[in-house]
């Protein structure tokens, strides 16, 4: 599968954006999505994760209550709707699919689950 990050850009602190991720291939809801994020210096780390159903989802503690993701599978999209962010929200921003986790149901945390990647957009979130 081949997935296709959009929507990052520049905010102030405090306002929203939607990030889209468009899959390629017929077998989009046979994954489990998420989001990651890596700031400059520092690690990719995980945002959040939705089942292939979407019944399910998991966050960070850094960003539960804020973010939301959620799927479209007859869209084959999955998307992060941020709200209230934070510069140190500031990132680029992956979609990433995982195998695993569409068999099993695991909502993994580490990229290292996670079997094709975006190629990432950037947030930035200004003071």
């Known amino acids: 599968v081949q997935l296709q990050a959009s929507g990052g850009g520049l905010v102030q602190a405090g306002g929203s954006l939607r990030l889209s991720c468009a899959a390629s291939g017929r077998t989009f809801s046979s994954y489990a999505m998420g989001w990651f994020r890596q700031a400059p210096g520092k690690e990719r780390e995980f945002v959040a994760a939705i089942s292939w159903s979407g019944g399910s989802t998991n966050y960070a503690d850094s960003v539960k209550d804020r973010f939301t993701i959620s799927r479209d599978n007859t869209k084959n999209t999955v998307y992060l709707q941020m709200n209230s962010l934070k510069p140190e929200d500031t990132a680029v921003y992956y979609c990433?699919?995982?195998?695993?986790?569409?068999?099993?149901?695991?909502?993994?945390?580490?990229?290292?689950?996670?079997?094709?990647w975006g190629q990432g957009t950037l947030v930035t979130v200004s003071s």
């Open positions: 990433a699919a995982s195998t695993v986790g569409g068999y099993t149901g695991v909502l993994g945390t580490k990229p290292l689950m996670y079997d094709y």
